[in-house]
């Protein structure tokens, strides 16, 4: 299983970017897809999740500002950021927990990480 994640650049405050990360590889289903960020010196942290069930979440900061969209059968989740603020400024990575194995009866959920792609909110 390979992920790409791309979309990821330098941006002024109060701008927008788009993230779009897509799953590859023998994928049976997707139980979850999520974007996470990396300031320097810290732990990942979710920014938002997109479940196959249930609602999605975001982190209080980012609530109102960004909108995360997924396409299980496509593999494929995206990251609308608007209104960018210099907090955000982070290393963002895709999550991807893909229910994988040689045949279905054999299946388990495995969690997968795409690069990080840097996002810059600087003027």
């Known amino acids: 299983v390979q992920l790409q994640a791309s979309g990821g650049g330098l941006v002024q405050p109060g701008g927008s970017l788009r993230l779009s990360c897509a799953a590859s590889g023998n994928i049976f289903s997707i139980n979850a897809m999520s974007w996470y960020r990396q300031f320097p010196g810290q732990q990942r942290e979710l920014v938002a999740s997109f479940p196959a069930t249930g609602n999605i979440k975001y982190a209080d900061s980012v609530k109102g500002r960004f909108t995360i969209s997924g396409d299980n059968a496509k593999k494929t989740v995206d990251l609308q950021m608007s209104d960018l603020k210099p907090e955000d400024t982070a290393v963002y990575y895709c999550?991807?927990?893909?229910?994988?194995?040689?045949?279905?009866?054999?299946?388990?959920?495995?969690?997968?990480w795409g690069q990080g792609t840097q996002v810059t909110v600087s003027s």
């Open positions: 999550l991807v927990d893909a229910l994988v194995g040689t045949t279905y009866s054999d299946s388990y959920y495995e969690p997968y």
